[in-house]
């Protein structure tokens, strides 16, 4: 099939480009060429500012494609824009939203595609609402031929997941130096963090299948560990002991909102989701790679080049200063 990656060399469409190309599919990305190094030589590259329509139209001129996948999709302009210039060039356009829009507080721990939208904590996880409704009511009026697909926290090589963020090694230098970091709560939730490889195997599933269309899905892991539990496995895969402060989430946006938001709006909440919808659309998808594993292979990625180790200095500081409020205010 010719398939189209609006993106395509971030995260998980890294992952899902390697999958989508070794199950034979003729694949293009379609962005600004900043970061070809990272799209394997047998991927055509259509080089526009998708935030360009009329770049968008010119690049795409003459082309039909039997699925377009926009990974960059993050405000409602940006989907009635596709609607307008993607719709018409393919039988099934793929927008990739989060799994944040689910209820928050959620009503069960399970979390089911049935499980409805709802978050009034996170501005990130509204806008995603607010695109799916978008394209769900042009798929209900018109046939647009939408699949909605949410993943959740989702990591790689260069990443260290953690509550506190995860796109870098600030978390893991504060283990390493013997500092300590936040762990919400009482540490017992359970959440589920899934690698990208995994998840590029349900999602290539979907690439072209009829019967996805106007249906939406996560894509997960099923492995579910508190989070003290994951700071374990950090702190054992890099030979140190993870010295954790548990803070209520609550209190952490009231001291720091930028760290707080992704707490009471995603990573706060006990957050197990059921994979069955699906392995009934694609039989053969099993998450294979535990944390213990995948966390292994980040670390090994940073330590094959020390520059990669980059430290946030800001997130740190925020850190630092959440810790400190905490036990001056409440003299922990």
């Known amino acids: 099939m010719r398939i189209l990656f609006i993106g395509g060399t971030g995260i998980i469409s890294t992952s899902c480009t390697v999958e989508a190309l070794a199950q034979g599919h003729d694949l293009f990305h379609l962005n600004r060429g900043n970061n070809q190094e990272l799209a394997p ?8 500012d998708i935030r360009d329509p009329g770049q968008v139209k010119k690049t795409l001129a003459g082309h039909n494609f039997d699925c377009v996948v926009n990974w960059v999709a993050f405000e409602p302009d940006h989907v009635r824009q596709d609607i307008k210039l993607i719709g018409p060039l393919t039988s099934q356009y793929i927008y990739i939203s989060s799994a944040s829009v689910y209820t928050k507080p959620p009503p069960h721990w399970f979390i089911t595609e049935e499980t409805p939208p709802g978050n009034p904590y996170w501005h990130y996880a509204q806008k995603k609402m607010a695109c799916e409704e978008i394209l ?13 697909v949410r993943p959740s926290h989702t990591y790689t090589n260069g990443w260290i997941p ?9 978390v893991a230098r504060r283990m390493l130096d013997g500092k300590e ?16 490889d995994d998840f590029a195997r349900g999602f290539t599933g979907l690439l ?37 402060v548990h ?5 952490v946006n009231d001291i720091s909102p930028s760290l707080g938001q ?7 909440w006990s957050m197990v989701f059921d994979n069955s919808k699906i392995r009934r659309f694609v039989p053969d998808f099993q998450a294979s790679i535990p944390f213990s594993e995948g966390i292994r292979r980040s670390l090994e990625w940073f330590d ?18 959440v810790i400190r409020v905490w036990k001056e205010r409440f003299d922990v």
Not at 41 to 48: E, H, Q, R
Not at 162 to 170: A, L, N, Q
Not at 304 to 321: G, L, N, Q, S, Y
């Open 41 to 48: 030589p047998n991927v055509t590259t259509l080089k526009a």
């Open 136 to 148: 769900l009511e042009q798929y209900r009026k018109n046939g647009f031929p939408v699949t909605i």
């Open 162 to 170: 953690s509550p506190i963020g995860s796109r870098d090694f600030t």
């Open 181 to 196: 970091v936040i762990s919400p709560g009482d540490g017992q939730s359970l959440w589920t963090i899934t690698h990208s």
């Open 208 to 244: 072209g299948n009829p019967d996805s269309v106007g249906e939406i899905f996560h894509i997960t892991s099923d492995e579910a560990r508190t989070w003290d539990a994951y700071y374990g496995i950090l702190g054992e895969a890099m030979a140190v002991e993870a010295h954790i």
């Open 247 to 251: 803070i209520p989430s609550t209190i």
């Open 262 to 268: 992704g707490l009471l709006g995603d990573k706060g």
């Open 304 to 321: 094959d080049d020390p520059a990669r180790k980059v430290v946030d200095p800001a997130r740190d500081a925020e850190i630092e200063k």
